[in-house]
């Protein structure tokens, strides 16, 4: 998998062969477009549960850096808000500053992300830049040794009343 993320200069989903990456990715651009503020909001979320329904998250940044809220975990809230469905995949795309040459672009989850979306969601697959494309990859594989403590214990998804 090659690590740096390419740039698009037109809606990035046009860059994901598998129609369902497309509309996840088409739909987090769509949110970040929409939603962008330069410092405030610079990456949108998109997470497709079991019954289809599509749940959207943007980046919240903060003036202490290290209590930004990722886009990710925004729509990870909003899906948990809304259903107990099991969660099937997440596309996020960050949108240019102004000041910046290129386009928006598809972005894996940080590593803080990967932890918490498989807690949540154990068979979750994220878009992930893959040389000029965006792909389909199990986040499992991508975090291939999670952190496992012993609040939960190891098999989840956790089943909410
Ligand atoms: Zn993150």
């Given at each position: 998998m090659n690590s740096t993320s390419p740039t698009y200069a037109v809606n990035p989903a046009t860059a994901c062969p598998d129609p369902q990456a497309a509309r996840l990715v088409a739909t987090a651009y769509d949110t970040i477009r929409r939603r962008y503020v330069e410092g405030r909001h610079q990456i949108g979320a998109a997470i497709i549960a079991a019954d289809g329904k599509v749940y959207l998250g943007i980046h919240v940044e903060a003036m202490v850096g290290r209590f930004s809220v990722c886009a990710e975990m925004?729509?990870?809230?909003?899906?948990?808000?809304?259903?107990?469905?099991?969660?099937?995949a997440v596309a996020a795309v960050r949108y240019p500053k102004p000041s910046e040459a290129g386009g928006a672009r598809i972005v894996s989850p940080c590593g803080g992300c990967r932890e918490v979306l498989l807690d949540h969601a154990p068979q979750i697959q994220a878009v992930v830049p893959q040389g000029e494309q965006g792909v389909f990859a199990p986040l499992h594989t991508i975090l291939p040794i999670k952190y496992v403590g012993t609040k939960w214990g190891a098999q989840l998804p956790i089943q909410a009343p």
């Amino acid at each position: 998998m090659n690590s740096t993320s390419p740039t698009y200069a037109v809606n990035p989903a046009t860059a994901c062969p598998d129609p369902q990456a497309a509309r996840l990715v088409a739909t987090a651009y769509d949110t970040i477009r929409r939603r962008y503020v330069e410092g405030r909001h610079q990456i949108g979320a998109a997470i497709i549960a079991a019954d289809g329904k599509v749940y959207l998250g943007i980046h919240v940044e903060a003036m202490v850096g290290r209590f930004s809220v990722c886009a990710e975990m925004a729509a990870l809230a909003a899906a948990r808000l809304c259903t107990n469905q099991p969660l099937l995949a997440v596309a996020a795309v960050r949108y240019p500053k102004p000041s910046e040459a290129g386009g928006a672009r598809i972005v894996s989850p940080c590593g803080g992300c990967r932890e918490v979306l498989l807690d949540h969601a154990p068979q979750i697959q994220a878009v992930v830049p893959q040389g000029e494309q965006g792909v389909f990859a199990p986040l499992h594989t991508i975090l291939p040794i999670k952190y496992v403590g012993t609040k939960w214990g190891a098999q989840l998804p956790i089943q909410a009343p």
